[in-house]
């Protein structure tokens, strides 16, 4: 040993360059180790790893393992024994042939890959088959591969031209592990839908045959390589999940056929950890997503059968204990267990959520609004205009073909825009929703088993709560991130939206040609025309509130309040009274009025000639009569016989009373009978009197009738317009009507000195005759 | 009397030529057709009103609820962009409704001052069908006793019967006169009654989409994210919603 060792420290210079910065780092990594033991070793290695170099590796193996022997052993020989040595020789060999292996299979799955991303991925991706989803097949098998291929070269660049001795494995794990964790975990997550999927695609024939096809050259490539087949599509998938799992295996394989001497051990201790934990993150990570993926289930899916076989007494203890410690929170207060961010996060995904639903409805119902008022606008435009311009006549575009296209866009915009994706987003929120509800409930469980803190239970109940909180922790906010963005962005694109379609509409109104708004108002234009449309006739005859006032049994033309209808005047009185003998005339009793057609009307006190004493239907009842101005039937019970001896009875305030009228019709006898002739004298005497009769009372028996209506005016009185009469005190005047036009009593139409007019009632005062 | 069949049809062929009558017709037809128009107008307008009412309101609904959130107390941004939005809507209602007062009272009101008119024509006419029933009943008597021989009584009926008919014809003729002088007046004025309605509305619109525009233009200013077109929106909804999709909290359809 000695002389060799003493070779080797001669012989080491010249291998000093090659090995000066590995022995620094071996030197490095043993000092960490408290064992004296090593350094003392160290130098032994070095030069026996020295001599080996120069000779034969599996020579100088032996020898170094018989040195390392001793460290084995952990004993404080410093010269192995040969069985150490042996044993250190048996271990280096093994461990030689573990780094082969390793290195050979991660050559092996190298190229499995490479031949996968060739042969399968890309073709498929290339064919681009609608319903094959090739990423959610192989997610980022491309980065597997490059990370193979990376540790790989890694691998390589350790052991080759390193001497065994030197070899550090691990550190190229260590080096790599974060990469690897992160690339892997990516893949192995997707793993699970890749599997699921590609059942789903083996069960369609045509993706099954674009598959087999894919394997099919991979089966001959394979073939002629003379590598054992692989079986499907499924074992090409799960080669990344078993070759991650492989390398805790193998290094820790590696590890225990590493003498603790080597250089390499306390590496591979490290990264033998390292890549448990790598497998253990994973799985962590499948576990979380299993977890939510059992607690995401919808509920209302069960049928109530699913539930009741759910029920045991395990479940209705652990519900009836989560109830209970959701009591105590409320009427205690807090929670020992809290998390501000979690409740932060959680507050943020509500309101989120309610704002979300709210603007859906809101958005949908305006649009909606939106979409009814649209062609009612446009059609009670045309509308309007097709009654406003002549027949034929086009007074610009019509606004309507420019809007209801564009309209269309909108509603479609607006669909895409504004309304699929937040329908979307709603319908998102439920899962986690759930999850929430899950948590607390695990929150419960934990709260619930601190106090007693019996290991196991709440070590898993905490794990559980733990899992969940962490989980929806890191995924609200980005949730909550995302679901606003998405809510911005909607509203930005309605308020676009509006100012577009608002756009739209003023430019297809510009259009059309408008005069400008004339110096009238628009209300007085109308106004306008309209008075002209009443003016017309059959407006004016037939307006509503004029039907309502006539009872329309008659058949003429309706009759108008003309200012003048045509009454007896003196004149026809005078003028019947010489063309008819007395028996022939007749007084109306009263007012009669016309009902029948050919009937007249008459007004009480006129005189009537009776040319037939009956109708021409024969009745005797009607009669035909002439009252000087016009001719018709009135019915015979009106009328009375013209007799003027006889006191005829009096019903109406204007006659004299029987003493007066005596002393007329004496008075008056002795006037001749042909006098007609008005004497317009104004003396107030008595005898004056006579002269002012009017001419239609010649005759005695008329003159009774005159006589009534005569007054004499007991104050002067001025006339102030043309209607109007003058008179003089102690006027006599005679009484034509005892009222004016409209109905008025105060005022009566008097006749004196040849002249008519109305005159105030109350200056009049009968004339008595003492 | 008037399930009396000699009074359907005959009467009316005799005495009144049928160029006369078919110019009534033809008249009164359009007329008519008129009456249907703006009576359908009128409820059209109405409908169009309401609806254009109805979603202003919903719009200010959208930033009433917006408004009311409790997102916005979390976020000052969003709280000034929902303000800004709740202002637009609401001046959008307050034109609206000053719009559809507008349009109140310049079409509305008028459309239905002109329809009442028309209670009056239908009256007229059926006055003047009234008259030519009269008329060709009398005629038909007239007739009757001119077909029969020539005796005294005879001849009196007719006498009286020619007596009876002249004022009827008369009152026939000046109403047929009457109405198809004044029909076609009344239908040319429409021309000028609702032409300032037409354009009235059309001003309406036009003031009121002019503003929109204006307001929602400037909101648009105001809003975050300016001037990003319909299909990076659409992208980064997509790309956002499937990020959401990803996380394994959310249920996967």
Known sequence: M?????????????????????????????????????????????????????????????????????????????????????????????????????????????????????????????????????????????????????????????????????????????????????????????????????????????????????????????????????????????????????????????????????????????????????????????????????????????????????LNIHSISKKSKRVTNHLKILTRGESQVKDNTFNREEKLFRSLEKTVRLCVKNISSCLQHIEEATPFTLQSGAELREISSQDGEKNGTEPQDQVSKPYQDFAARSQRLILNPLSALLSLFPGPQKLIQKRYDKLLDYNSSLPRSAATESDLAKREYEALNAQLVEELQAFNQAAKTILLNCLCSFVTLLRDLMQVALQAYSTVKTVPLPVLGISEIQNRVLEEVHNLTFVKENSATFIERKLSFEKKKPAQVLPEVPHQTDAHRSKLLSTYGAEELYRAKRKCNATQEHDINLLEGELVAVLEQKDPLGSTSRWFVDTGCAKGYVYSSFLKPYNPGKGQKVDADNRFCDDDFENISLFVSCRPAGDRVSISDSSSSLSGSCGKFETNGADADHFQEVDEQIFYAVHAFQARSDHELSLQEYQRVHILRFCDLSGNKEWWLAEAQGQKGYVPANYLGKMTYA | MSWIPFKIGQPKKQIVSKTVERDFEREYGKLQQLEEQTKRLQKDMKKSTDADLAMSKSAVKISQDLLSNPLCEQDQDFLHMVTALDTAMKRMDAFNQEKVNQ?????????????????????????????????????????????????????????????????VREDFEAKNKQLLDEMPRFYGSRLDYFQPSFESLIRAQVIYYSEMHKIFGDLTQQLDQPGHSDEQRERENETKLSELRALSIVADD
């Open chain 1, 2 to 310: 000695e002389p060799r060792e003493a070779a080797g420290k001669e012989t080491m210079g010249s291998k000093k360059k090659n090995l000066s910065f590995l022995r620094s780092r071996l030197y490095m990594l043993e000092r960490r180790k408290t064992d004296t033991v090593v350094d003392s070793s160290v130098s032994g290695d070095h030069s026996g790893s020295l001599r080996r170099s120069q000779s034969d590796r599996t020579e100088y193996n032996q020898k170094l393992q018989e040195k390392m022997t001793p460290q084995a052993e952990c004993s404080s020989a410093e010269t192995p024994t040969p069985e150490d040595e042996q044993q250190v020789g048996r271990m280096m060999a093994k461990r030689a042939k573990i780094i082969r292996e390793l290195i050979q299979t991660e050559r092996d799955y190298l190229t499995d890959l490479e031949l996968c991303l060739r042969e399968v991925v890309q073709p498929l991706r290339s064919k681009q088959i609608d319903r094959l989803d090739v990423e959610g097949l192989f997610s980022n098998i491309e980065s597997v591969h490059q990370i193979s291929a990376k540790l790989l070269s890694l691998l390589e660049e350790a052991t080759t031209d390193v001497e065994p001795a030197m070899q550090v494995i691990g550190e190229v794990f260590l080096q790599i592990k974060g990469p690897l964790e992160d690339i892997y975990k990516i893949y192995c997550y997707h793993h699970d839908e890749a599997h699921s999927v590609l059942e789903s695609y083996e069960k369609e024939e045509e993706l099954k045959q674009h598959l087999s096809h894919c394997i099919q050259s991979l089966k001959n490539i394979y073939m002629q390589e003379g590598k054992p087949n692989l079986l499907d599509m499924g074992s090409l998938m799960i080669k990344p999940i078993q070759r991650v799992m492989k390398y805790p295996l193998l290094l820790c394989e590696l590890r225990n056929s590493t003498p603790p001497s080597h250089p390499d051990y306390r590496a591979l201790g490290e990264a033998f950890t390292a890549v448990k934990d790598i497998n253990v993150n994973i799985n962590e990570l499948k576990r979380r997503k299993d977890l939510v993926l059992k607690y995401k289930k919808n509920e209302e899916e069960e049928s109530l059968k699913d539930k009741l076989s759910k």
């Open chain 2, 103 to 167: 349009i109140q009272k310049t079409v509305i009101e008028p459309l239905k001052k002109f329809s009442s008119v028309f209670p009056s024509l239908n009256m007229a006419v059926k006055r003047r069908e009234q008259a030519l029933q009269d008329y060709g009943r009398l005629q038909a008597k007239v007739e009757k006793y001119e077909e029969k021989e020539k005796t005294g009584p005879v001849l009196a009926k007719l006498h009286q019967a020619r007596e009876e008919l002249r004022p």
